[in-house]
């Protein structure tokens, strides 16, 4: 098959699209040959995204909304007449040390981390069926494996969505669909960017170097590493892969 095309005549929503991971995965996707429902906060942030691209569809919406999940699954088979891949992409990442925790940040960060993806893969369930070789692709975090400083609520958020990913593996048998998590490792995005601003430049420094250094590629990630790894995971030849964690990390989380 040629390397080209390999998303031809599929239909994917992608959310947390107008920035790092999610806006290099609906741009991958769609020169693969999907069309797209790309989500995100801001209709603006989107359209300046991918606004000129004409197999991308941006809707503007908070997914922990009550309604959106459903929403966004109504818009992408009204524009695009199916529904094939589901992304569920949008993070949230508060520096949040132990001791320091509210119930404020901590539920939005469940809610965007883990029960949108949950309600989005169940809006999604009849179409995905229909497709006959649905796809969901959650992305999870090396943080699914491990702790990280002053990162309470995201570290049990990344546990919790790889747990998900494997019930609904379970729970969707039968249906063609399978569901699969990726783990980033260090990748230069919004999150990372807010999380390493708190450092002092020596510090951030420091911090990148080490995630660099731990990795065997000797780099930090970058937002096409991960979306690639979507790709792969979207496509039909995929379909024994199922209920899986893949860490797409240069190698960090090899060793100790
Ligand atoms: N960057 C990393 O090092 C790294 C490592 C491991 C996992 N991840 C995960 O990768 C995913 C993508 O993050 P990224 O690194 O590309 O960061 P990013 O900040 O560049 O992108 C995340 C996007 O999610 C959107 N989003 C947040 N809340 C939303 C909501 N309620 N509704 C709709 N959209 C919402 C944000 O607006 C943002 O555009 C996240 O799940 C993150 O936890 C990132």
Known sequence: MPLENRLAGKVAIITGAASGIGEAAVTLFAEQGAKVLANDLSQEKLETCHGSNPDVLCVGRDI?????????????????????IVFNNA??????????????????????NVYAANLLA??????LEKSGQGRIINTASI???????ALTGYTVSKHGISGLTKQ????LAGTGITANA????????????????????????EFESYWAGKAPVGRLGEPIDIANAALF????????????????????SAKL
């Open 64 to 84: 922990t909304e009550d309604g959106a999940p459903e929403a966004l699954v109504a818009a992408a088979v009204e524009a695009f007449g199916k529904l094939d």
């Open 91 to 112: 993070g949230v990442c508060p520096p949040e040390p132990f001791m320091d925790q509210t119930k404020e940040v901590w539920d939005h960060t469940q809610a965007v």
């Open 122 to 127: 169940k809006a999604a369930k009849p179409h």
């Open 143 to 149: 943080q699914s494996k491990r702790a990280g400083e």
């Open 168 to 171: 609904l593996a379970f729970e």
């Open 182 to 205: 990726i783990e980033p490792g260090f990748v230069t995005t919004g999150i990372s960017k807010g999380y390493t601003d708190l450092m002092s430049e020596e510090e951030k420094n």
């Open 233 to 252: 995971l979207a496509r039909d030849e995929s379909e024994f892969i199922n209920g899986a964690s893949l860490a797409v990390d240069g190698g960090a």
